[in-house]
Nanobody, 126 residues
């Protein structure tokens, strides 16, 4: 059974940084595409970014975080990171990581991912 556990959330001031971690157990992380999603209060869950697995190792981001957020993967630790810089209040949300093997055209779809973490709260506020 593949399990994902996020950590690293918290309160940060506008312009600040946080790094989220997603530890994958019960499977080899590099065989999966790992996606990051977020859900703000009263809004639908949305795609943030993803790193493709199975040798693809390409990175994809939604437009609103490009240039500010960076995903990285440490296969030895079965961990994927989401480095968030230049944060603003619109980044406030519950952040989830998820694992699956979506085709490229379905990378941003929640339904493409089989396993999900429990989420970690990120709040950007002064």
């Amino acid at each position: 059974q593949v399990q994902l556990v996020e950590s690293g959330g918290g309160l940060v001031q506008p312009g600040g940084s946080l790094r989220l971690s997603c530890v994958i157990s019960g499977g080899t992380s590099r065989q999966y595409t790992i996606g990051w999603f977020r859900q703000a209060p009263g809004k639908d869950r949305e795609f943030v970014g993803a790193v493709r697995g199975s040798g693809g190792n390409t990175y994809h981001y939604t437009d609103s975080v490009k240039g500010r957020f960076t995903i990285s993967r440490d296969n030895a630790k079965n961990t994927v990171y989401l480095q968030m810089n230049g944060m603003n209040p619109e980044d406030t949300a519950l952040y989830y990581c998820a694992a699956g093997q979506p085709i490229l055209s379905q990378l941003r779809a929640e339904t493409s991912y089989w396993y999900w973490g429990q989420g970690t709260q990120v709040t950007v506020s002064s």
